[in-house]
């Protein structure tokens, strides 16, 4: 009678707690990078269908990273492993559905919470702000005026090279075309894109934690100013942050809001006119990234 209840205890035991799927955590900030484990036991012989893991799985909830399938064995069983590393750009609670592997096993559910931080916090001291002149050339310094310029004659030089070369093609096109050669039409990556993949670099150099303050505010005011530029379609690096705000008067209140309280902060520590707290050192990113996500526009960058 007891080895009976013995056995019936391993087998539950084992039916409950072979299959797993885990996350790390379940409330995360927008942009924040989490794991998931998921692994399950097999016996030597057992069929089973290993997901694929794609992104279509998760709903607004992205696969950063997958690491390998990691297979353990023993006389009988074999234990499988992978390790995911998982994000969102879009606040909200997602549920990431079982993983089956086949008709008697499959994991658990999981409920991620993605947060962000309102704008009309009035306890956010990332608004608690001294004023700096602005709409003169205080707003740069001399090493950020000249990298500027070089940055437009580099833009020039591709815009040129690009006019040539859609002329070389044209002509090849014009000559050749009996061939029935088909080229392929050239990938152009969002500019919101490319801006997320920036500031999801920049946050993993932890520069203000390693003393580099200006540095850090710097690239996120040139990503913010790059974006807006790509985006919008004007000379934003060049100009004010009081000349950006009002071009984009056209942009839900809230989101010009944003916007200001990010350039006007990473003014104030250019140019030494303000403190910075870790908070808000971790806010700014966050900010930029809600902005971003809120303002993209998907075909901006194919017009």
Known sequence: MKKTILLLITLTTNICFSQKAELDTSDILIGDQIQLNVSSIFE???????????????????????????ETKN??????????????????????????????????????????????????????????????????????LAEIRRKRWIIAGIIFATLFLGYIIYYLLR????????????????????????????????????????????????????????????????????DIVSHLKNLPENEVKILEAILKKADNIKYAKGLSLDEENKLIIQQSVEFIKKTKIENASSK
Request: glycine share 4%.
């Open 44 to 70: 030597i012989n057992e069929k089973y269908n290993w997901p694929l893991f794609n992104d279509s799985v998760f709903e607004k909830v992205e696969i950063i990273s997958k690491g390998e399938i990691v």
């Open 175 to 242: 000559k050749y075309k009996k061939d029935g050669t088909i080229l392929k039409p050239k990938i152009i990556i969002p500019a919101h894109v490319t801006a997320l993949n920036k500031l999801q670099k920049l946050k993993k150099e932890k520069l203000w934690q390693k003393g580099e303050l200006k540095e850090y505010y710097t690239r996120i005011s040139t990503i913010i100013r790059e974006y807006i530029e790509l985006q919008f379609e004007f000379n934003a690096l060049e100009l004010p942050t009081r």
């Open 75 to 144: 006389d009988s069983t074999i234990l499988i492993s992978q390790k995911l590393i998982l994000t969102s750009f879009d606040s909200g609670s997602y549920y990431i559905p079982p993983f089956i592997f086949n008709e008697k096993k499959k994991t658990n559910g999981n409920l991620l919470n993605v947060y962000t931080i309102s704008i009309t916090d009035s306890n956010n001291k990332a608004y608690d702000i001294t004023s700096t002149k602005i709409g003169t050339t205080e707003d740069f310094t001399e090493e950020e």
